[in-house]
């Protein structure tokens, strides 16, 4: 069966030590390669059906803390502002067109629209600008592999409504910590691109979807 283009990615990536091959909540890792870490846990590649009470995944990170090569530290709300300036820089040089962003004390929720670089290649960007305005404002040692290595996770979004229920995803992370909503001047209103007003019912996109009774 014919499937609709990819019109959007939600990307999701860890702060250095944040998400470990053996998290209770399952992991993107094959292998355990800290030996010091296998015994917190047994790895499972993939994220977990059931997945844990938020206090069991505290007590984790709680106990390899002392076990990491590198200090556990997440960002306060200077550091997730330098953050998000290094983010506006690389989105508006690289003319990425942001929908949703939540930058929170240990990962990030992007959802980027389609562009010539894939997604791997966005978060890089992200990553290495926001790593380098850190260090920069002194804020991370030079030393410190302030991001987990790696590109993190990537959801495709091929339908309009997709790209909708992602963003309120992204948009209530920061809510559902007890944090204020983030509004960051990157971020674009989504405009149901690209079934957007005035799109043609005859582009490639429109006659993809048409083909498995997903249009309009």
Request: aromatic content about 12%; charged content about 20%.
């Amino acid at each position: 069966m014919t499937q609709p283009l990819v019109i959007a990615h939600h990307l999701i990536w860890t702060a250095y030590g944040w998400w470990l091959p053996n998290d209770p909540r399952g992991s993107g890792s094959h292998t355990i390669r800290n030996e010091l870490l296998a015994e917190f846990g047994e790895l499972h590649y993939g994220r977990k059906k059931l997945q844990p009470a938020g206090k069991i995944v505290r007590q984790f990170y709680e106990q390899v803390a002392d076990v990491l090569k590198h200090p556990l530290l997440t960002f306060d709300e200077p550091q997730r502002l330098l953050v998000g300036e290094a983010f506006a820089q690389v989105i508006e040089e690289q003319r990425y067109t942001c929908y949703a962003c939540a930058i929170m004390p240990d990962h990030v929720h992007a959802v980027i629209r389609k562009h010539k670089h894939q997604a791997e290649e966005m978060v890089d960007f992200l990553k290495e600008a926001s790593r380098n305005l850190l260090i920069k404002n002194g804020q991370r040692a030079l030393t410190h592999p302030t991001w987990l290595a790696g590109h993190g996770w990537k959801v495709f979004l091929d339908h309009p409504d997709e790209v909708w229920r992602t963003i309120r995803y992204v948009e209530q992370n920061p809510i559902k910590i007890g944090l204020p909503a983030q509004s960051w001047s990157f971020v674009k209103p989504y405009d149901n691109w690209p079934l957007h007003p005035g799109h043609s019912p005859n582009s490639p996109y429109a006659r993809r979807l048409r083909a498995v009774g997903r249009y309009p």
